[in-house]
């Protein structure tokens, strides 16, 4: 049973579009996350949500829109994609005492 | 604010060879520090994680590193490397909420 599951893993899509990617972990934790992996492999962090409610939010443009409906999902939609959006998407959770990020697979992004 | 520097972007080694990858982490508090691999086309999986207690720390498959508060270091280390080791590896510090990540090393082993 996968612990972080993200769809879907692969997206290719034309300049301008609208998509969105969905996560959800069973692992029980409170804290979630996406992170972006870009063509050089350098990760960084997008958004946080803590039970829900969002705790980090890093210099991202407002076309990147989290949701969480509850603390197992979080998902992630893009508005007016641009080709610059092309990376890889992780989606992570974890327990906040220890800090340690449990990864799912990645969802691969590719702007046309 | 926390940051990490992996000191090498690859390296390459022969299958057997012993095999370190360099972290050095910048931190004005207590660091919770990690490492991860991610082999191709996979999501990233935890190696080893220092929180507190024994400087020297033990992982899976066999690597192993040491925290080291004087030189601000954090190293990776295997004795004998696998083909299947290759992958890139990342350090990283916990920052509040949230883990930074080194760029990465890439480590390639061929026989």
């Known amino acids: 049973d996968t612990a972080v599951s993200q769809t879907p893993k692969y997206l290719v899509t034309q300049m301008g579009n609208d998509k969105s990617i969905k996560c959800e972990q069973n692992?029980?934790?409170?804290?979630m996350y996406w992170y972006k992996q870009d063509s050089k492999k350098f990760l960084k962090i997008m958004f946080s949500?803590?039970?829900?409610?969002?705790?980090i939010n890093e210099t991202v443009p407002n076309r990147f829109s989290p949701k969480s409906p509850d603390k197992a999902h979080l998902n992630l939609h893009i508005n007016s994609l641009e080709l610059g959006d092309s990376a890889v998407y992780f989606c992570?959770?974890?327990?906040?005492?220890?800090?340690?990020?449990?990864f799912g697979e990645g969802s691969r992004l590719t702007v046309l | 604010a926390q940051s990490v520097t992996q000191l090498d972007s690859q390296v390459p080694v022969f299958e057997e060879a012993p095999v370190e990858l360099r972290c050095n982490y910048s931190s004005s508090v207590s660091v919770y520090l990690f490492w991860y691999v991610q082999y191709p086309n996979q999501g990233l999986q935890l190696l080893l994680k220092?929180?507190?207690?024994?400087?020297l720390v033990k992982g899976i498959n066999g690597f192993e590193a040491e925290f080291n508060k004087s030189q601000t270091s954090f190293h990776l280390r295997k004795p004998s490397v696998h083909i299947s080791d290759t992958a890139e590896y990342f350090c990283?510090?916990?920052?509040?909420?949230?883990?930074?990540f080194g760029k990465g090393t890439t480590l390639s082993v061929s026989s």
């Open positions: 949500y803590n039970n829900k409610e969002l705790i």
């Open positions: 992570a959770s974890s327990p906040f005492s220890t800090g340690e990020l449990f």
């Open positions: 692992l029980g934790h409170d804290t």
């Open positions: 220092y929180l507190s207690g024994s400087t």
């Open positions: 990283a510090v916990k920052a509040g909420t949230a883990l930074i």
